[in-house]
């Protein structure tokens, strides 16, 4: 009997399979990457609005104080405002399974029509430090 070879080849070849696969991990590794780093965006920026909260949380607690008692605040007078029970001034809050420390500094500059709080919040993360400060003014009633 006799062998006829067919001319046709409709399949693919092993090296065509794996240029395939190669091509397709190279594409999987770059979404990898792209998804690590939207991750890293997003955790920042979660850090980034705690750190802000942490600052109006401050601000609205020295804004509550009697005009005669806003002043700069010395380390005792923030420990009192921040946690009376805490030794330390330091607000620690735990966010997506990690701590962040944020320090809080206030400063009060005393004008003629009234005085100007400043809050600055900093924080460190991932070996880079951030800070974030607001400012508000008040008048004496």
């Given at each position: 009997?006799?062998?006829?070879?067919?001319?046709?080849?409709?399949?693919?070849?092993?090296?065509?399979?794996?240029?395939?696969?190669?091509?397709?991990?190279?594409?999987?590794?770059?979404?990898?990457?792209?998804?690590?780093?939207?991750?890293?965006?997003?955790?920042?920026?979660?850090?980034?609005?705690?750190?802000?909260?942490?600052?109006?949380?401050?601000?609205?607690?020295?804004?509550?104080?009697?005009?005669?008692?806003?002043?700069?605040?010395?380390?005792?007078?923030?420990?009192?405002?921040?946690?009376?029970?805490?030794?330390?001034?330091?607000?620690?809050?735990?966010?997506?399974?990690?701590t962040i420390k944020y320090?809080?500094?206030?400063?009060?500059?005393?004008?003629?029509?009234?005085?100007?709080?400043?809050?600055?919040?900093?924080?460190?993360?991932?070996?880079?430090?951030?800070?974030?400060?607001?400012?508000?003014?008040?008048?004496?009633?």
């Open positions: 009997m006799e062998q006829v070879a067919r001319q046709d080849n409709k399949g693919f070849t092993l090296v065509e399979v794996m240029i395939a696969f190669v091509v397709i991990f190279i594409v999987m590794l770059g979404l990898l990457n792209l998804a690590t780093q939207v991750i890293a965006v997003g955790v920042r920026n979660t850090v980034r609005d705690e750190g802000i909260r942490v600052a109006e949380e401050v601000m609205a607690q020295v804004r509550s104080l009697p005009y005669s008692e806003i002043n700069t605040m010395t380390y005792g007078n923030l420990r009192k405002i921040i946690d009376p029970q805490s030794s330390e001034v330091n607000i620690i809050r735990n966010l997506r399974h990690f320090n809080p500094d206030i400063r009060v500059t005393t004008h003629a029509d009234g005085k100007v709080i400043d809050v600055t919040v900093t924080w460190s993360y991932m070996q880079t430090d951030y800070s974030h400060t607001i400012t508000s003014f008040v008048r004496e009633r």
